[in-house]
Nanobody
Framework: QVQLVESGGGVVQAGDSLRLSCAAS????????MGWFRQVPGKEREFVAA????????KYADVVKGRFTVSRDIPKNTVFLQMNSLKPEDAAVYYC?????????????WGQGTQVTVSS
């Protein structure tokens, strides 16, 4: 089993930055790709960013490309999401998830989420 705990959310103004962290415990996440997703009330959870096991390959949703950066610290079993130039539409609950290394699909391990609020 993998337990994931997100942190780093908060209330910021448009244009500010936040760095989210996802700390894993119970089992190493080094065998998984990892991803970040977000959800607002009444909408489907959407993909934000993902990173391979090695950290060498990353992918992003078009709406965050160039503003968000995903990274991982393999020895510390932690994944990060650096969010710059935040916009009001980035406000959501952000979740990290373990993903399949073969097709990037969620493996069923999710954190509890961290709230990001962006005021205009």
């Amino acid at each position: 089993q993998v337990q994931l705990v997100e942190s780093g959310g908060g209330v910021v103004q448009a244009g500010d930055s936040l760095r989210l962290s996802c700390a894993a415990s119970g089992r190493t996440i080094s065998s998984y790709a990892m991803g970040w997703f977000r959800q607002v009330p009444g909408k489907e959870r959407e993909f934000v960013a993902a990173i391979t096991r090695s950290g060498l390959t990353k992918k992003y949703a078009d709406v965050v490309k160039g503003r968000f950066t995903v990274s991982r610290d393999i020895p510390k079993n932690t994944v990060f999401l650096q969010m710059n130039s935040l916009k009001p539409e980035d406000a959501a609950v952000y979740y990290c998830a373990a993903l399949s290394s073969s097709d990037w699909s969620p493996m069923g391990y999710w954190g509890q989420g961290t709230q990001v609020t962006v005021s205009s």
